[in-house]
């Protein structure tokens, strides 16, 4: 052993590359242990017994700057001991053991039955290349990785590169790398347990996960500090929370943002956003949201309106709300450099634009021509870029849509040299940019409008953007494999803590076919964030823009995401809650069950716990094969019980994709509406699939205010369990800060073949001659094996089906 590491020590010591070296000291300090070695300093914290950070520098002490993406507070976690033997240090939680070796310096993470989980590589383990900093691991055989944020390819990274860097890449290919958001966070799953890995540095990143070698994976900056935090699972949804309790969850968004969003560059003039939002109303395709695009502006200028094309902004925006429409204008980062426009004045004289090192205020050539670029790191910067947007929304619009804020300029790259935040250079500030930039959308609103819930939609990201913004994937293809990306891309980035993601529907780039249209908006209206966009310059691709069939189709597709919005509605304020996406791979909801992990398992998701999606994604397909779990599942359009735990090819003829409800499973629905408060929802229907006990919490509140903070929310428990003899269902009222209005329940119960009596709360029921019932009572479907059954809302229930 000595030999094999004095002989390392003299290899490495030639090479150009630094590692650690050995320890020479450590220290107990609070929460961490310090150790100085030969050549860095490492600093271990506990921050829970199974998240624990190591950090390290070359320098001769830490960085005081703070950290963009995280946001827990230290904690103030005591629970460790360390003991020191001969080789090597050991640190212990409840639920972890990390081994330190002295000579050189290396770690390996143990669980608590002494299982290594991940181990550095013996040779490298953190290594430094002039400022350049990396951390190798071992790879082990049967190991994969997910998450990463924005990255195309399959779910599983294993074997590839990827580079953080927010890029913008109108167009790109299916093997792109990188896009517009840059997530350096990753999970590890091998033997169905997980660990995650979240590399705190915004510089340029690289995580290689195997790619062209099968010793080690390794991530590493172009500069900064080696510092990444140490997630233990076993579980997936444990890892996602805990990253998500360190960078933040995704705060409710209004309900409004849930339903369909419309967008194209651009909707102009005046007369044509007020056509189009006519169409919708007219048609019967309900539709909640309007995106202006650039050409809005008087010449690109950011906080302008065209005179011509929007002559009373006011106006317009008060007549669209009056139809159920919010607006969501365009917003990017460039501010026109024009002596004569107020946004330049204003952020000339408050110094609040970037600066080359000399104090020239840098131009970057974008949009609006040459542009001055707001330097969002500063607090005064923020503030007064709210001011400008609150002025906006006093006049009607709903949320802002943040371009551009790569930040993007024509020719690619801004120069490294530029400074943000008094002399924080470009490398380090490109890949936070938009998430500055939409921290300050979302403060500035916050502080202006403190009873309404910010909408923001961003195109740019890193680690924590999901504290402010939804994201889309930028400008993809109307083409079959973006079809499929926009599957797989959006469940990656829900790993990765962004839960309210999706992809232009339809494709930005490029005419659908009828068939890709309508499969596009079918998977559409199951991913979180759900619009439709269009490059300028194409065929139209409005839900009408195709014809009589596929307006049907892409109608019932909308309708459908309507009828379903309480479901979805509940689901995001669990993904508030808990950090876990809505839209979620196989595996994240069966970890145990290796068919999740299979390449083909990525084309379909599970919608919460209950609801799995097997989305079309092939052009020409009438027909999707998809993998059900161990158990029973309903088929939601037939109401057939089907057996799970192996592939089946399901038809799926062009006017539906199949969707199956878990057993156990109850979701809830809503009959359609044009907009989201259009009426009173005075039904709420229930699916329920009583084969196993099942449990669903429902969520609601007003949908707009802040008031749920403050306890005005709604929490109504639905329970179904089954004894042999008879069924029981029950609704519970848990938290009653807030009051639905409506009047009854309708419920369906599925897989019943028989039945001699229906009772609420002990008394029994009617039966009705007719689905739905007209009055309390219920109707037996005995071909569909269903029962319906209708009651008054009560904050308790039950009901007994014998
Ligand atoms: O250089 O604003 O991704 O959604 O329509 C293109 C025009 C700028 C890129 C966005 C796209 C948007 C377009 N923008």
């Given at each position: 052993?000595?030999?094999?590491?004095?002989?390392?020590?003299?290899?490495?010591?030639?090479?150009?590359?630094?590692?650690?070296?050995?320890?020479?000291?450590?220290?107990?300090?609070?929460?961490?242990?310090?150790?100085?070695?030969?050549?860095?300093?490492?600093?271990?914290?506990?921050?829970?017994?199974?998240?624990?950070?190591?950090?390290?520098?070359?320098?001769?002490?830490?960085?005081?700057a703070?950290?963009y993406a995280?946001?827990?507070?230290?904690?103030?976690?005591?629970?460790?001991?360390?003991?020191?033997?001969?080789?090597?240090?050991?640190?212990?939680?409840?639920?972890?053991?990390?081994?330190?070796?002295?000579?050189?310096?290396?770690?390996?993470?143990?669980?608590?039955?002494?299982?290594?989980?991940?181990?550095?590589?013996?040779?490298?383990?953190?290594?430094?290349?002039?400022d350049?900093?990396?951390?190798?691991?071992?790879?082990?055989?049967?190991?994969?990785?997910?998450?990463?944020?924005e990255?195309?390819?399959?779910?599983?990274?294993?074997?590839?590169?990827?580079t953080m860097w927010n890029s913008d890449k109108p167009?790109y290919?299916?093997?792109e790398d990188p896009l517009y958001v840059s997530?350096p966070?990753?999970?590890?799953?091998?033997?169905?347990?997980?660990?995650?890995?979240?590399?705190?540095n915004s510089y340029r990143s690289c995580?290689?996960?195997?790619?062209?070698?099968?010793?080690?994976?390794?991530?590493?900056a172009d500069k900064g500090?080696?510092?990444?935090?140490?997630?233990?699972?076993?579980?997936?949804?444990?890892?996602?929370?805990?990253?998500?309790?360190?960078?933040?969850?995704?705060?409710?968004?209004?309900?409004?943002?849930?339903?369909?969003?419309?967008?194209?560059?651009?909707?102009?003039?005046?007369?044509?956003?007020?056509?189009?939002?006519?169409?919708?109303?007219?048609?019967?395709?309900?539709?909640?949201?309007?995106?202006?695009?650039i050409?809005?502006?008087?010449?690109y200028r950011v906080?302008?309106?065209?005179?011509?094309?929007?002559?009373?902004?006011?106006?317009?925006?008060?007549?669209?709300?009056?139809?159920?429409?919010?607006?969501?204008?365009i917003i990017d980062p460039g501010v026109k450099a024009d002596?004569?426009?107020?946004v330049a004045?204003?952020g000339l004289?408050g110094g609040y634009f970037a600066r080359y090192p000399d104090g020239e205020v840098y131009q970057g050539e974008v949009w609006p021509s040459w542009a001055y670029f707001p330097d969002f790191s500063r607090?005064?910067t923020r503030?007064w870029w709210?001011?400008?947007?609150?002025?906006?929304?006093?006049?009607?619009?709903?949320?802002?849509?943040n371009d551009m804020n790569e930040p993007a300029v024509w020719g690619q790259a801004v120069p490294d040299i530029v400074e943000f935040c008094g002399g924080v250079s470009h490398k380090k500030i490109h890949n936070v940019y938009g998430l500055l930039m939409a921290q300050a959308t979302?403060?500035?609103?916050?502080?202006?409008?403190?009873?309404?819930?910010?909408?923001?939609?961003t195109r740019a990201g890193f680690a924590?953007t999901?504290?402010?913004?939804?994201?889309?994937?930028g400008d993809?293809?109307?083409?079959?494999?973006?079809?499929?990306?926009?599957?797989?891309?959006?469940?990656?980035?829900?790993?990765?803590?962004?839960?309210?993601?999706?992809?232009?529907?339809?494709?930005?780039?490029?005419?659908?076919?009828?068939?890709?249209?309508?499969?596009?908006?079918?998977?559409?209206?199951?991913?979180?964030?759900?619009?439709?966009?269009?490059?300028?310059?194409?065929?139209?691709?409005?839900?009408?823009?195709?014809?009589?069939?596929?307006?049907?189709?892409?109608?019932?597709?909308?309708?459908?995401?309507?009828?379903?919005?309480?479901?979805?509605?509940?689901?995001?304020?669990?993904?508030?809650?808990?950090?876990?996406?809505?839209?979620?791979?196989?595996?994240?909801?069966?970890?145990?069950?290796?068919?999740?992990?299979?390449?083909?398992?990525?084309?379909?998701?599970?919608?919460?716990?209950?609801?799995?999606?097997?989305?079309?994604?092939?052009?020409?397909?009438?027909?999707?094969?998809?993998?059900?779990?161990?158990?029973?599942?309903?088929?939601?359009?037939?109401?057939?019980?089907?057996?799970?735990?192996?592939?089946?090819?399901?038809?799926?003829?062009?006017?539906?994709?199949?969707?199956?409800?878990?057993?156990?499973?109850?979701?809830?629905?809503?009959?359609?509406?044009?907009?989201?408060?259009?009426?009173?929802?005075?039904?709420?229907?229930?699916?329920?699939?009583?084969?196993?006990?099942?449990?669903?919490?429902?969520?609601?509140?007003?949908?707009?205010?802040?008031?749920?903070?403050?306890?005005?929310?709604?929490?109504?428990?639905?329970?179904?369990?089954?004894?042999?003899?008879?069924?029981?269902?029950?609704?519970?009222?848990?938290?009653?800060?807030?009051?639905?209005?409506?009047?009854?329940?309708?419920?369906?119960?599925?897989?019943?073949?028989?039945?001699?009596?229906?009772?609420?709360?002990?008394?029994?029921?009617?039966?009705?001659?007719?689905?739905?019932?007209?009055?309390?009572?219920?109707?037996?479907?005995?071909?569909?094996?269903?029962?319906?059954?209708?009651?008054?809302?009560?904050?308790?229930?039950?009901?007994?089906?014998?």
């Amino acid at each position: 052993m000595t030999v094999l590491c004095s002989f390392l020590i003299s290899v490495l010591a030639a090479a150009d590359f630094q590692t650690v070296g050995a320890i020479k000291s450590h220290r107990v300090q609070d929460d961490r242990v310090e150790f100085a070695a030969e050549n860095a300093l490492l600093n271990i914290y506990l921050i829970s017994s199974d998240m624990v950070r190591f950090r390290y520098t070359q320098r001769s002490e830490f960085s005081e700057a703070p950290s963009y993406a995280v946001v827990a507070s230290p904690g103030s976690f005591r629970d460790f001991t360390l003991v020191e033997e001969e080789q090597y240090f050991e640190i212990r939680t409840a639920d972890l053991m990390v081994r330190i070796r002295k000579n050189p310096c290396r770690i390996a993470i143990y669980d608590r039955n002494s299982r290594a989980i991940n181990e550095d590589d013996e040779s490298f383990g953190v290594c430094f290349d002039c400022d350049e900093v990396r951390c190798f691991k071992k790879l082990l055989d049967d190991e994969q990785f997910y998450g990463l944020g924005e990255k195309t390819g399959a779910l599983d990274k294993r074997g590839n590169q990827y580079t953080m860097w927010n890029s913008d890449k109108p167009g790109y290919s299916d093997r792109e790398d990188p896009l517009y958001v840059s997530v350096p966070f990753f999970i590890g799953v091998r033997e169905h347990k997980a660990y995650g890995i979240f590399f705190d540095n915004s510089y340029r990143s690289c995580f290689n996960m195997g790619a062209s070698n099968r010793r080690f994976y390794w991530f590493g900056a172009d500069k900064g500090e080696l510092d990444y935090y140490f997630l233990y699972g076993p579980q997936i949804q444990d890892v996602i929370s805990s990253y998500t309790a360190l960078t933040g969850r995704m705060e409710l968004p209004p309900l409004w943002a849930l339903g369909y969003q419309q967008s194209k560059w651009s909707y102009y003039p005046e007369s044509t956003v007020r056509a189009l939002a006519q169409e919708f109303r007219e048609r019967k395709i309900p539709c909640d949201v309007i995106y202006l695009d650039i050409h809005y502006m008087d010449g690109y200028r950011v906080f302008t309106w065209d005179k011509e094309r929007f002559p009373d902004p006011g106006r317009i925006l008060s007549d669209l709300n009056a139809q159920g429409f919010k607006v969501v204008p365009i917003i990017d980062p460039g501010v026109k450099a024009d002596d004569g426009y107020f946004v330049a004045q204003e952020g000339l004289a408050g110094g609040y634009f970037a600066r080359y090192p000399d104090g020239e205020v840098y131009q970057g050539e974008v949009w609006p021509s040459w542009a001055y670029f707001p330097d969002f790191s500063r607090p005064e910067t923020r503030e007064w870029w709210g001011e400008k947007l609150s002025a906006f929304v006093n006049q009607g619009v709903s949320g802002f849509w943040n371009d551009m804020n790569e930040p993007a300029v024509w020719g690619q790259a801004v120069p490294d040299i530029v400074e943000f935040c008094g002399g924080v250079s470009h490398k380090k500030i490109h890949n936070v940019y938009g998430l500055l930039m939409a921290q300050a959308t979302f403060d500035g609103l916050r502080r202006h409008f403190p009873q309404r819930r910010p909408f923001i939609l961003t195109r740019a990201g890193f680690a924590g953007t999901q504290r402010y913004a939804a994201v889309w994937t930028g400008d993809n293809i109307a083409r079959e494999d973006h079809l499929r990306l926009a599957c797989v891309m959006c469940q990656g980035m829900g790993l990765s803590g962004l839960p309210f993601v999706g992809a232009d529907v339809g494709g930005f780039i490029g005419n659908p076919s009828q068939r890709l249209y309508t499969r596009w908006v079918q998977l559409g209206a199951f991913t979180p964030f759900f619009r439709g966009h269009s490059a300028t310059g194409q065929q139209d691709k409005e839900p009408w823009a195709f014809g009589e069939e596929v307006e049907r189709r892409v109608r019932d597709a909308i309708s459908l995401r309507y009828r379903l919005l309480p479901f979805w509605y509940a689901e995001f304020y669990r993904a508030a809650q808990t950090g876990l996406p809505v839209m979620r791979p196989m595996f994240l909801n069966y970890q145990q069950d290796e068919n999740c992990y299979s390449r083909d398992a990525q084309f379909q998701f599970m919608l919460g716990e209950d609801l799995l999606v097997a989305p079309v994604l092939g052009e020409h397909d009438d027909f999707k094969k998809v993998y059900l779990p161990g158990g029973k599942w309903l088929d939601f359009w037939t109401g057939e019980v089907r057996e799970g735990g192996h592939w089946t090819v399901e038809e799926a003829p062009i006017d539906r994709i199949p969707l199956f409800v878990k057993e156990g499973g109850i979701i809830p629905m809503q009959e359609v509406a044009q907009f989201v408060g259009e009426k009173t929802a005075r039904e709420l229907s229930l699916v329920v699939f009583p084969t196993a006990s099942g449990r669903y919490s429902l969520y609601e509140d007003d949908g707009v205010s802040c008031d749920y903070r403050s306890g005005v929310y709604s929490l109504t428990d639905f329970t179904v369990a089954q004894d042999g003899q008879s069924l029981s269902f029950k609704v519970e009222r848990r938290h009653q800060g807030y009051q639905p209005q409506r009047e009854h329940y309708l419920l369906k119960f599925f897989d019943i073949s028989a039945l001699s009596e229906v009772q609420l709360d002990g008394v029994p029921l009617a039966a009705a001659a007719e689905e739905p019932p007209a009055a309390p009572g219920y109707f037996f479907d005995a071909r569909h094996h269903a029962v319906v059954v209708k009651v008054p809302c009560a904050d308790t229930l039950e009901i007994i089906i014998k």
